[in-house]
T-cell receptor, first 115, second 113 residues
């Protein structure tokens, strides 16, 4: 089973709203990732959690706030977003972080539109 | 620095073979991945190469030459469902032993009947 699930599939929010994206995996993976992807562009790394601790923050604006409540769950809290934040938000997980041969498996993504 | 180049678009015919090339320049190479991404969907893992040579997996094969900074993805017996974007990603070791994926811009493959 290489399934990563994400909810919701689609989200429309205003610039003053607060919303959360959720990601879940039950593969026993200890590393989880948030990516942002714009149309016709590759995924852009935002955050990496390893063993439930934030390992990488790619200088993401504070209006994006990640949270890892346990080893299976990863959230991305959104507040005061801008229209340019509209994108596909992808969650991924891998067995570990920083090891050879690790492969990232992606969830289906949440398509976010900020009005 | 890092740089990954792959063709923007390719077209092929159903049943044919297509080769998608990827060249890279990185300062700490630690493996190369190919992902397939259909429009509006998540990337799906296809293959991983860290040593030179060919890795075969069904209709898909991937080749790596580290000395040339070069990889290709070979798709045989093309099917219409293979129409997708193919992303080349290189894992790079950075300071502190952090490993990060550097992504190419993707090759959009159109398979015609």
């Amino acid at each position: 089973d290489t399934e990563v699930t994400q909810t919701p599939k689609h989200l429309v929010m205003g610039m003053t709203n607060k919303k959360s994206l959720k990601c879940e995996q039950h593969m026993g993976h200890r590393a989880m990732y948030w990516y942002k992807q714009k149309a016709k562009k590759p995924p852009e790394l935002m955050f990496v959690y390893s063993y439930e601790k934030l390992s990488i923050n790619e200088s993401v604006p504070s209006r994006f706030s990640p949270e890892c409540p346990n080893s299976s769950l990863l959230n991305l809290h959104l507040h005061a977003l801008q229209p340019e934040d509209s994108a596909l938000y992808l969650c991924a997980s891998s067995q570990d972080f920083g090891r050879e041969y690790e492969t990232q498996y992606f969830g289906p993504g949440t398509r976010l539109l900020v009005l | 620095g890092q740089n990954i180049d792959q063709p923007t678009e390719m077209t092929a015919t159903e049943g044919a073979i297509v080769q998608i090339n990827c060249t890279y320049q990185t300062s700490g190479f630690n493996g190369l991945f190919w992902y397939q991404q259909h429009a509006g969907e998540a990337p799906t893992f296809l293959s991983y190469n860290v040593l030179d040579g060919l890795e075969e997996k069904g209709r898909f094969s991937s080749f790596l030459s580290r000395s040339k900074g070069y990889s290709y993805l070979l798709l045989k017996e093309l099917q219409m469902k293979d129409s997708a974007s193919y992303l080349c990603a290189v894992r790079e070791i950075k300071s502190g032993n952090n490993r990060k994926l550097i992504w190419g811009l993707g090759t959009s493959l159109a398979v015609n009947p």
